[in-house]
């Protein structure tokens, strides 16, 4: 069972190397790092240097929040992988501030147990009348650019505000589903750290070199990375072999984990040793999210207990 991990970076370097090498001392276990192009990628170099199984994508975007550029990085993770001369069993996102809490037998167990299945779950948000979700799409959204999380105090923010606003005039009307060339695609959201069979992540790096439409309006979505993957795999064959489909609507995000656990009050939570118990105890075999300074004690613990 050969696993590709691949890591959406911009910050944590040491956290990073932390979790490399926790899942490379498997032999068949790899981790192919895409580092945010707005970051000097040294600092991670330097860490994760003497780490077997690590890989650096060719090349690197600027990520911003809730922008497009995360779809662009994703893929750059994905090719990396499927294009090198290994072949993986499984692919599974992560971001950056991600841990394993279960040892890497029993991850590997878990994929062995599960071969076939797709994890990545989905909720079906086209024709919603719940504004929580349809805002998502019906609104014209411009978040590739560094004022994403700014104050509309700040001019340029003010005016990427009011552009925005301006331009929702042209998709307000929209109900949720893109018209591509070969049909009709519902939209469907959901985390952004997921799992899928080397099957499906060629269908997914072809669906997106032969579907601009669907591109285009994804650009101009509401955090495209929460909606673009479960677009494509729950409109497509491999939803019958997801862990769940075909899930009624539900609200909030920690209600469509697929593989990590979070916790999501008004943010993510950052985990510390206060935490340990919990994290035993949940089926998940991820957690998120830690940081190498605050959640220290945690790391320490589990990986005392998983090494």
Known sequence: MKIAFLNLCHTDPELVARCAKRLCTDPDF?????????????????????IRGVYFTPDRYKVYWGGYNAIHACFELIRAAINSDIHYDYYVMMQNLD??????????RFFEANKGKEFIRGCPVARTKDWEFSRKYKLFYMKDNPYG????????????????IFMSITTIGFNGIIHENDGDYDIYYGCAQWAVTDECARYLDDFEKTHPKFNRKMKIM?????????????????REHCIKYNEPQKRWLVNWR??????????????????YQKLKEVPDLFCRKVRSDISKDLLDELDKENL
Not at 149 to 164: F, G, Q
Not at 258 to 275: G, I, Q, W
């Open 99 to 108: 841990y394993p809490i279960k040892t890497n037998r029993d991850i590997k």
């Open 258 to 275: 697929n593989l990590t656990y979070f916790e999501f009050p008004k943010e993510v939570t950052v985990l510390t040793k206060a935490d």
């Open 30 to 50: 790899d981790m192919y790092v895409h580092v945010d192009a707005k970051q000097n990628i040294e600092p991670f170099r330097e860490a994760l240097k003497d």
């Open 222 to 238: 509401q955090f495209p990375d929460e909606e673009y993957f479960h677009t494509v795999v729950h409109n497509s064959k491999f």
């Open 149 to 164: 999380k700014v104050s509309n105090k700040n001019p340029v923010k003010l005016l990427n505000t009011i552009a925005s």
